[in-house]
Every structure is written in structure tokens, then in C-alpha cells.
């Protein structure tokens, strides 16, 4: 293996130690008076490797620093060092030291790191200090219990786990959407094969269709990552935010088994990343004002994924204070969102947070005020296919649920024919189909329409208008209507035809061409031709731009589109950032 290969490994080995002790010390500082010796064994043990690895690479500043945050490590095996806040602090600061030391040597940086020699300090302090020692099993402190659980450099220890680079994963998940796109091909031909011969070769093709589906499946099971490599960030973030506001909260974590395509995991960080802090941040309240409304002074913060309909769900629920509906409103007055006399649904006044730039926050700090933030966060989730709602409660608390697919390599979808021109649908987006009857489409305002089922409105948008294709037929009636959600709400796409559902493979666009609203990607057809494949949020959006197809939410008063997207943020409840 070469020097850059054992190199590549041990930064990537490295890191997964960092993020393992840190979660052991926010486990440490979770049960003070329980002190758990296990742990400040994983802690020195993934050290003490950092420590002999790098020295053998020759990270010497690596090494260096790791050796005193050892030193400490060790004294608190022997019961030696009481385990207090501040030690617990102190070692937090380290594994971030620690850190950027690996990041600085895997970029070749000679820059010393913020806090590097006071950190030093510290830990040399600590193991000098006989007053730091503290004797026996005293209330705590904790022992090693003898010995046990030491490291052992000469235990055998067999891996379980191989790091593929991402490059060679993607070149075969590149490979098999090839094999699956041949197979489709295969299969149209054998339809127009004479009778005498098409059964046996029906047969192979259908052997091959097995094998392909098996494959395809293995291979996306390896760009599979469970959501704990996400979820793993998050203690130390909301710890650290509730210190510096002086907040108690509790992060609870559930479904972290749960796996999601390794682009999904790595794109859905930032936007979880801002929903917590804002939680945290707004939704949240200090001890004492939780004490006065009779609830408990730690504030719980639940983080939740699972698998529900070929989608994942990620919902980052508080007990705080809840989402101010009247303060929302007047700010969305104030901004011209909503008419004084307009009549908004719970929905659609708690949508409004997402709005670019909409906050209610009366100042600016470093987290909130500045209008941006949840309009971004619902921007990223859409990109990746996804959605994201509100649910929320005065004095309760609030819930952000995010949906999101599976993999953003190969989806399930439904064909439909516009004109000459087939579109792929993604499938988890359809509601249902039917053929409207005569009276069921009519027109709203001077510029939209609306399809009505079983007496509810649901604004439709005409395919044909949106991407400038002549339609079979301009009447409705004579078309199909593909109802599809986007936001919790309904949205009719009116087509001519329906076409087969498929497993399609998507590709990207944007490599060649601009970023097109309204299109997610395109695919290869089973007789070679190239597919749009349809992105519904984009498509809401444009169609909102073009005269003629233009749908808007229809109450029975005359209320101001609401778009979910926005902002909010505010000290005492009335929005979020």
C-alpha cells in the first residue's frame, strides 16, 4: 500500500476515534454521579491509538498532543482525577484540538491551532497537581476496576467493515443502471419476436430481469450509511448551544439504524444541523421561565428517523414554547403576504415561516434576526426530492417533520405522455389518477384552474403549457388528472396519457446544462429515447410564473399564495429562524 493510501486510511480511522470519544465524554457528563469506567476506557483506548499510530506516521504534533490528553486519561482509569464539569469541558476542548490537528495534517497546514498550548497547560497542570488527586472511590471519581478492559496490542481483532472509496462505488452504481437500462431494451425487443422463439427467450430475459433487480439492490445497499453517522454530530452541538444560553435540554435520539443513501446523509446535515439549533435556540425556553409555566426545567429535544412508504422521515420535535400564530400573522401583514381581512388556515399561517427572508425576531444575534435560515433549510430538502412541514402547538412545542427519498440514483417511477414527449413522475409523489368529468376543471381568478374531487379544490396545473409542447387535446376532459402532494397540499398535473410504471435511472443534467426549475433529471427510455424526469416542487414554482397554469391556494377567502419556504426565529416564541 502506498505512503498517501495508509495516509487516506488512518485520517478517515482517525476520525471515526474523534467523534467515538466524543460521544463517550457527552455519556460521562450525562451521569455524574454514576461515573461508567467503561467509557474512560473506550476514551483512552481510541487515544492511545491516535497517539501510536500518528507518532508511527510521523504526526509528531498529533502524537504530542495526544500523549497529555493520555496522561489525564490515564489518572482517571487509577480513580486519581475526580470527574467534574470542568474537567469534562477541558477534555471536550481537547478532542476539538485533537481535531484540527488531524484536518490540518491531512491539508498539510502548519498553522497551530486556536487554543492548542493553553490546552497543553491545562492537561500538564492536571497530571502535576497532587491536589488534582483524588483518593479512592470517592463520590465522582471511578476506577478501572484493575485492569480490566485495557487495551491489548496483541488481541487479533477481525474487521467486520471495509472502506470502499466512493469513486469505485459510484462507477458500478454507474454499471448497473447500464445493465438495467439493456435489460429494458431486451425486453421491448422480445415483444416483437415471432411466437415460435419468443418463449424461451421471454424466459431468459426474465432470469436476467432477477439477476439485474439482485444486483441493483447490492450494490445500492452499499451506498447505504445508517443515519447514526448524522445523528452521531448532534449531542455535542445542542450540549454546547443550551451551556451558552443556559439552558437545560435533553437530546434524545431514536431510529438511528435507520439507513439513507450516502448522498442524501451527507446533503440533509446542514438543514438538521439549523433545525436543532433553532429548537434550541426559540423553541426551547430558560429553566426559570419553564418553571413558572409548570413544566420540567430540562427541556427535551427529540431527534426521530424512520421508514414509512419507499421515503425516510427525519422529525426534530421540542416541548418549548410553540409557534405564535397571531405575532406570525401580523408580521406576515406587515410584509404583504397576507391581506388584514384575509381568513389564512393554521396551515398556511405556519407555512409562512419558510418565506425568504421572513423572521419575526426584534433583534439580531449570532443564531437568529437576520432573516435567513428555514427558507435555505426547505430549499435543501426539495433539492434532494423532499419536503418539509410544521406542526406545532402553543405552549407545547413544535415538530419539524422532513420526508425524504431513499437515493437519489434510481427511482420508482410512473410515464406520461404530453404531446409527443414522455415524463417520468416520481411514483411517492402520486396521490392517484382519474379523468375529469365534464365541469369538474374550472377556472379561478382570470389565470388559474382548479380541479374539483370529491368537493375539495385542487389548483391543476396543465403539463403542456408549463414546458411549451402542443397536447393531444386542450380539453380536460379527454386528458388525465395525476394528483401528486407537495407541502401537505394537492396538486393536479394535468397529461394526456398514463404510461407504465418503471424503475428509471436518474441522470444529472446540471454537468452539461443549467439548472432547469421543474426538472430533477432525465433518463433513458427502453427504445433509447431521453426522458425529463419531473421535480413537483419546481414544477408548483413555475407554473406559478406562467399565465394560463398558475395555481394559488383557494379558501373560501382571498388569500396571498403561501410558498413553503422562509425563515423564523424569535425570543419568545412568536417565530423561528
Known sequence: MSQDATLRMFFEEAADLVADSEAALLRLEATPGEPDSGLVNRIFRNVHTLKGTSAMLGLDRVAGFAHSLEDVLTRMRKGAQAITPGLVDTLLASVD???????????????EPEHLESLLATLRALTADPGARASGNTPGTISAGGGAGLFDPDHAVEATTVRVPIEKVDSL?????????????????????????????????????????????????????????????????VRDLAHAQGK????????????????????????????????????????????????????????????????IHLEVADDGRGLDRDRIARKAEELGLLTADARPSDDEVFGLIFHPGFSTADTVSQVSGRGVGLDVVRRNVETL??????????????????????????????????????????????????????????????????????????????????????????????????????????????????????????????????????????????????????DVPGLVALSRARPGGAPRIVTSQPVVSVAHSADHSQPDGGGRR
Do not use: C, W
Open 97 to 111: 484540538v485533537l481535531r484540527r490537528l488531524l484536518e490540518r495534517a491531512r491539508e498539510g497546514n502548519g498553522a
Open 173 to 237: 452504481v454507474n454499471l448497473v443502471g447500464e445493465l438495467v437500462i439493456t435489460q429494458s431494451m431486451i425486453a421491448r425487443l422480445v415483444a416483437h419476436l415471432e411466437p415460435d422463439r419468443a418463449r424461451e427467450l421471454e424466459e431468459a430475459v426474465a432470469q436476467m430481469d432477477r439477476h439485474a433487480r439482485e444486483l441493483q439492490e447490492r450494490v445500492m445497499a452499499v451506498r447505504m450509511l445508517p443515519i447514526r453517522t448524522v445523528f452521531g454530530r448532534f449531542p455535542r452541538l
Open 248 to 311: 437545560q435540554v435533553v437530546l434524545e435520539a431514536s431510529g438511528e439504524d435507520t439507513e439513507m443513501d450516502k448522498s442524501v446523509i451527507e446533503q440533509i446535515t446542514d438543514p438538521l444541523t439549523h433545525l436543532l439549533r433553532n429548537a434550541v435556540d426559540h423553541g426551547i425556553e430558560p429553566p426559570e421561565t419553564r418553571r413558572a409555566a409548570g413544566k420540567p426545567t430540562v427541556g427535551q429535544l427529540r431527534l426521530r428517523a424512520y421508514q414509512e412508504s419507499g421515503n
Open 385 to 534: 426530492g423532499g419536503s418539509i412541514t410544521v406542526h406545532t402547538e402553543r405552549g407545547r412545542g413544535t415538530t419539524f417533520d422532513v420526508r425524504l427519498p431513499l437515493t437519489l440514483v434510481i427511482l420508482d417511477g410512473q410515464s406520461l405522455r404530453v404531446g409527443s414527449h414522455i415524463y417520468i413522475l416520481p411514483l411517492a409523489s402520486i396521490v392517484e389518477s382519474l379523468r375529469p368529468g365534464p365541469g369538474q376543471v374550472r377556472r379561478v381568478f382570470t389565470d388559474a384552474e382548479v380541479v374539483v374531487i370529491r368537493g375539495e379544490a385542487v389548483p391543476m396545473i396543465r403539463l403542456h403549457r408549463v414546458f411549451d409542447v402542443a397536447p393531444a387535446t386542450e380539453d380536460p376532459s379527454q386528458g388525465i388528472a395525476v394528483i401528486v402532494e407537495h407541502g401537505g397540499r394537492n396538486v393536479a398535473l394535468l397529461v394526456d396519457e398514463l404510461g407504465g410504471q418503471q424503475q428509471v435511472v436518474i441522470k444529472s443534467l446540471e454537468a452539461n446544462f443549467q439548472k432547469v426549475t421543474g426538472v430533477a433529471g432525465a433518463t433513458i427510455l427502453s427504445d433509447g429515447g431521453v426522458a425529463l424526469i419531473l
